[in-house]
């Protein structure tokens, strides 16, 4: 399995982005989708999980609950991460993981 995340950038307080996270392989839609992120000078943290295509059962860390929302498009081979209301504390590096498998990562500043 390849994953790859994208959609990153520079956002204003307040703004809004979608990270995509792209999987390879006829698997991806069998996998727990994961995203986690990894704030300057802080260790990796859980933030997000969709369950496979079975159910889509989404969970979040209380940090982002009720301000991201993910979802997945099995047919794209595609997670997503919705990220809405966004904070200063929300600048990292952004990671989604599914079968083991960690993406590059994409960064995410948010800064006025």
């Known amino acids: 399995v390849y994953v790859e995340e994208s959609g990153g950038g520079l956002v204003q307080p307040g703004g809004s982005l979608r990270l995509s996270c792209k999987g390879s392989?006829?698997?991806?839609?069998?996998?727990?989708i994961h995203w986690y992120r990894e704030p300057p000078g802080r260790e990796r943290e859980w933030i997000a999980s969709?369950?496979?295509?079975?159910?889509?059962?989404?969970e979040y860390h209380d940090y982002v609950k009720g301000r991201f929302t993910v979802s997945r498009e099995n047919v794209k081979n595609t997670a997503y991460l919705q990220m809405d209301s966004l904070k200063f504390g929300d600048t990292a590096v952004y990671y989604c993981?599914?079968?083991?498998?960690w993406g590059q990562g994409t960064q995410v500043t948010v800064s006025s």
């Open positions: 392989g006829p698997t991806f839609s069998s996998y727990r």
């Open positions: 969709i369950s496979s295509s079975s159910d889509e059962k989404t």
């Open positions: 993981m599914a079968g083991g498998f």
